[in-house]
T-cell receptor, first 113, second 117 residues
Framework: GESVGLHLPTLSVQEGDNSIINCAYS??????FIWYKQESGKGPQFIID?????DKRQGQRVTVLLNKTVKHLSLQIAATQPGDSAVYFC????????????FGAGTILRVKS | NAGVMQNPRHLVRRRGQEARLRCSPM?????VYWYRQLPEEGLKFMVY????????ESGMPKERFSAEFPKEGPSILRIQQVVRGDSAAYFC???????????????FGEGSWLTVV
């Protein structure tokens, strides 16, 4: 079935440390992936995306890594700040899904000051 | 540059009433998506629309739920005869012509929180 699993982990990090949020996706045909950040009471905010022809993509303080062999996606946040505290979702897309995204359950990131 | 606009942000309905949620996509976007999020869960796809067309409604419940995106005006998600299980956050998203399969990203609104009492 359609599923992208984050297994509901909660990640607690100290301010200034690097954070790594992981995502296992189930559809080997998925070729487009997006990370979203969702703060309490708000909508998902686009962070970074990556297509399957890439292994790595960098943004401002964030890096997404894609390992198609093991169907694994990760989001790395450098120098984590209190404002990074939120729920992070990965989402996948494939030709099979048309234009819709399939989301995982989310990872809670808590930044300790 | 306004983003995806949703209203109302919060809606309370009694069981059996109707709920109407509205979504205006980002300027220049012609594709609209509706997702539902239950507490502490991920977003579940409901329906994908273009102007005057429902493209994919595979995530919509068979009864009581409907969606439209008319030629003029916002997209509407309508829930008839609401039940407590309909209480959730409903998110609208939009993308430019062609959607994700054409290399476009999907952007979300701030959501409409429905509470059924």
């Amino acid at each position: 079935g359609e599923s992208v699993g984050l297994h509901l982990p909660t990640l607690s990090v100290q301010e200034g440390d690097n954070s790594i949020i992981n995502c296992a996706y189930s559809n080997s045909a998925s070729d487009y992936f997006i990370w979203y950040k969702q703060e309490s009471g708000k909508g998902p905010q686009f962070i970074i995306d990556i297509r399957s022809n890439m292994d790595k993509r960098q943004g401002q303080r964030v890096t997404v890594l894609l390992n198609k062999t093991v169907k694994h996606l990760s989001l790395q946040i450098a120098a984590t700040q209190p404002g990074d505290s939120a729920v992070y979702f990965c989402a996948e897309n494939s030709l099979e899904y048309g234009n819709k995204l399939v989301f995982g359950a989310g990872t809670i990131l808590r930044v300790k000051s | 540059n306004a983003g995806v606009m949703q209203n109302p942000r919060h809606l309370v309905r009694r069981r059996g009433q109707e709920a109407r949620l509205r979504c205006s996509p980002m300027k220049g976007h012609s594709h609209v998506y509706w997702y539902r999020q239950l507490p502490e869960e991920g977003l579940k796809f409901m329906v994908y629309l273009q102007k005057e067309n429902i493209i994919d409604e595979s995530g919509m419940p068979k009864e009581r739920f409907s969606a439209e995106f008319p030629k003029e005006g916002p997209s509407i998600l309508r829930i008839q005869q609401v039940v407590r299980g309909d209480s959730a956050a409903y998110f609208c998203a939009s993308s430019p012509q062609g959607g994700t399969r054409s290399g476009n990203t999907i952007y979300f609104g701030e959501g409409s929180w429905l509470t059924v009492v």
